[in-house]
């Protein structure tokens, strides 16, 4: 097993950080007895809050731990016309089936090998005899609105027949069919099992400024825009908590470095850069203290950093002087990464991201932009490969255009003042 480093970075938690995923225990809890409670329930917040996050490290491992309920995990991609070949009912369907290849049961006596969301929960409820629940998790949910009205209508309408449907009519048509030819193809088990309902859950995780796309839905899911957990940034004493929490695991196999521990000056450090806590009044006239909530993104760059110097140099407790420049952490990863690119690919990329993707307002500020896909390869001459390169180092973060594949940003309010100091530079 490979290990792992204590801090992730700038990249999504996966399940097998639960154990250093920390900071979140309450969102957590929130959204476990929600779903527990109700049958379709939406997870929102801005882009970057850590939506992933929270369902990969923090949601999954607990219904593994606490409950009956399978999570099965979604994500559809952005539409592009004449490249995507599956429909999000055929990529849902597959991914409840768990591979490619159908599973014979009863209901095949009666529809073979029927390809809807209906038949597949209905196989697993029958597969695991009815003790085991569904929970389908869509992750960028938003995405599902780019494709084409005919195959969002026949994704809620069958996501709606498997949700509220113990059998639909058409598998009793069936089966009175094979009745009156005086054939009996399902014993008094399997009759009963195709009467009881399927108990399956949804989470649906989406932009908070996309939640207004699930009214497109509620044709057949009526309930969808009735139970929501908002997803904010998090609080001061839950950064303390997931700086601290991870530093001071057992480092057994798991882990590439020894514990170490902070002393409270680097923390409290540490903790009034990322909060920026004192802001000044609407008239500018004097400066009050202000409570501010924390990106969990910069946190973890910043820690990962550090967790890179204490490898280096064997550090055991991590005091301010071991800190360096916490701003410059920040700057370096945009440098850092884009260094990381081919040769070639280097000065395209820089343009893009300094020129494109910023509105330069002078004074080291600036507004983030985003670009079509087509727009930066004409504009900007970057390639596809270059654009997966910088999304997969999280500094540029690919979004799902209504109009078809994606748009790009960078990936954070925080790297606008490096880019920008790098921009300067170049130039």
Known sequence: MSKISRY?????????????????????KALLQLLQLEQIVSLYGVSGTGKSSLINAGLIPLLEQQTHLDPVRIRFTAYKKGVTTLS???ITGRLIRGGDEQVNTFLDKLLPDEDTLWHHCKEHFIRHKGDRDLLLIFDQFEELFTYPESMIYQFQQQLAEALYRSAPQRYWDKLEQLYEQEKKPLDSK????????????????LRSDRLHLLNRLTQY?????KYYHELDAISPSSAREAILGPAVLPQGEHFRTAPFV????????IVDFLTQSQAGTPDGKEEVPTIQKIEATQLQIICSSIEERVARQQIREVGVEDLGDLQAIIANYYEERINALDEEEQLPAKRLIEEGLIFDEG??????LSLYEGQITQIYYVQAETLAKLVNSHL????PSLAGGYTYELSHDTLVRPVLEAKAHRL
């Not at 399997?190 to 995780?205: A, E, P, R, T, Y």
């Not at 540029?396 to 979004?399: G, K, P, T, V």
């Open 8 to 28: 992730v970075g700038a990249r999504p938690f996966e399940t097998e950080h639960k154990d250093i995923f920390r900071g979140r225990k309450g969102d957590v």
């Open 88 to 90: 999000p009912t055929h």
């Open 190 to 205: 399997q009759l009963s099992q195709l009467q009881s309902k399927s108990h399956v859950k949804v989470l649906f995780s």
């Open 221 to 225: 899911l009526p309930t969808i825009q």
């Open 262 to 269: 902070y002393t409270k000056g680097a923390l409290d450090h």
């Open 363 to 368: 004074e080291g500020k600036g507004i983030r």
């Open 396 to 399: 540029l973060r690919a979004e």
